[in-house]
Nanobody, 122 residues
Framework: VQLQASGGGLVQAGGSLRLSCPASGRTFSSYAMGWFRQAPGKEREFVAAISRSGGSTYYADSVKGRFSISRDNAKNTVLLQMNSLKPEDTAVYYC????????????????WGQGTQVTVSS
C-alpha cells in the first residue's frame, strides 16, 4: 500500500482542518492506520490510530476530545478531523500503515506517506 497525506494548511487558533490519506492497493482493510506529527526540533509523536475495521480508535492525550480519526475501507481512505486547533498543534502530519493490530509507537509502522504541513497561528 502507498499513502499520500493531504489537507494541511494555515489556520487560526480555534479553527479546524481535515486531513485525508488515500491509499493505493487492494489490501487497505488489512492495515491498522495511524497519524503522527513532527514539529521542528522534536521527535515524531503519536497523534491517533484506528484499527483495521475502524471499530477501535486511540488518541494522544494532547488531542483527545479535539481530534477524530476515521476510515472508509471502501474508499481506501483514513481521515483526521482536527478541531479547536492550537498553536502547539503546528507540525508536519504523517499517515502511516501497519499490517495487523493497531499500535502507537512510530517504529511499529512500516509504511509512511509524505507529510502535510499544519500551521496554527495564534
Amino acid at each position: 500500500v502507498q499513502l499520500q497525506a493531504s489537507g494541511g494548511g494555515l489556520v487560526q487558533a480555534g479553527g479546524s482542518l481535515r486531513l485525508s490519506c488515500p491509499a493505493s492497493g487492494r489490501t487497505f482493510s488489512s492495515y491498522a492506520m495511524g497519524w503522527f506529527r513532527q514539529a521542528p526540533g522534536k521527535e515524531r509523536e503519536f497523534v491517533a490510530a484506528i484499527s483495521r475495521s475502524g471499530g477501535s480508535t486511540y488518541y494522544a492525550d494532547s488531542v483527545k476530545g479535539r481530534f477524530s480519526i476515521s476510515r472508509d475501507n471502501a474508499k481506501n481512505t483514513v481521515l483526521l478531523q482536527m478541531n479547536s486547533l492550537k498553536p502547539e498543534d503546528t507540525a508536519v502530519y504523517y499517515c502511516a500503515a501497519r499490517s495487523g493490530s493497531v499500535a502507537q509507537a512510530p517504529y511499529e509502522y512500516g509504511i509512511w506517506g509524505q507529510g502535510t504541513q499544519v500551521t496554527v497561528s495564534s
